[in-house]
T-cell receptor, first 116, second 109 residues
Framework: ETGVTQTPRHLVMGMTNKKSLKCEQH?????MYWYKQSAKKPLELMFV???????ENNSVPSRFSPECPNSSHLFLHLHTLQPEDSALYLC???????????????FGQGTRLTVV | QKEVEQNSGPLSVPEGAIASLNCTYS??????FFWYRQYSGKSPELIMF????GDKEDGRFTAQLNKASQYVSLLIRDSQPSDSATYLC?????????FGTGTSLTVIP
């Protein structure tokens, strides 16, 4: 496989469930990101990891818990979510955080999450 | 608060016309600028990036950057129905990517 792979592609969960989203990148990148995309809103940055270390937590509620065991894998653990958390969750990676001007972000296909 | 502003559209152009997409940003420290295309239900994919003032051309696409005015644009020449998508502007000041809301473009056959 190449690029950025996210699983599952679709997820329906109840408000009391616990689930995890997985992201894997095969690009040798050092930075990984979680974004939330809701209708009519900009991509919302949730978390940033650089060399496995979290560098950004954009005031995300604690019901979202990220985990980055290595530079190639990123997880988003979900528990006691609310219906308004329903959205497309996108994982992305980049070579670095943008220190090089031509650093671009590569996106996975996303997980469409529905909270019922 | 770093902001990236785009007109949400929708923008409609006839096939073969030039589509012009615009973006402004608030952080003067931004150093690189990106245009992504996102088809409905799909993830964003990079069209092109620019980091020097002026124009950068790649096939039917031209990105234009004016750092003094904090303005970046994307021109699509000879628009095709397959160009119908949402176009996201993104900027990076060296620490993360900031995205606009996107402009929805429809190319009418």
């Amino acid at each position: 496989e190449t690029g950025v792979t996210q699983t599952p592609r679709h997820l329906v969960m109840g408000m009391t469930n616990k689930k995890s989203l997985k992201c894997e990148q095969h690009l040798g990148h050092n930075a990984m990101y979680w974004y939330k995309q809701s209708a009519k809103k900009p991509l919302e940055l949730m978390f940033v990891y650089n060399f496995k270390e979290q560098t950004e937590n954009n005031s995300v509620p604690s019901r979202f818990s990220p985990e980055c065991p290595n530079s190639s894998h990123l997880f988003l653990h979900l528990h006691t979510l609310q219906p308004e958390d329903s959205a497309l969750y996108l994982c992305a990676s980049s070579q670095d955080l943008g220190q090089s001007p031509n650093t671009e972000a590569f996106f996975g296909q996303g997980t469409r999450l529905t909270v019922v | 608060q770093k902001e990236v502003e785009q007109n949400s559209g929708p923008l409609s152009v006839p096939e073969g016309a030039i589509a012009s997409l615009n973006c402004t940003y608030s952080d003067r420290g931004s150093q690189s600028f990106f245009w992504y295309r996102q088809y409905s239900g799909k993830s964003p994919e990079l069209i092109m990036f620019i980091y020097s003032n002026g124009d950068k051309e790649d096939g039917r696409f031209t990105a234009q950057l004016n750092k003094a005015s904090q303005y970046v644009s994307l021109l699509i020449r000879d628009s095709q129905p397959s160009d119908s998508a949402t176009y996201l502007c993104a900027v990076n000041a060296g620490n993360q990517f900031y995205f606009g809301t996107g402009t929805s473009l429809t190319v009418i056959p």
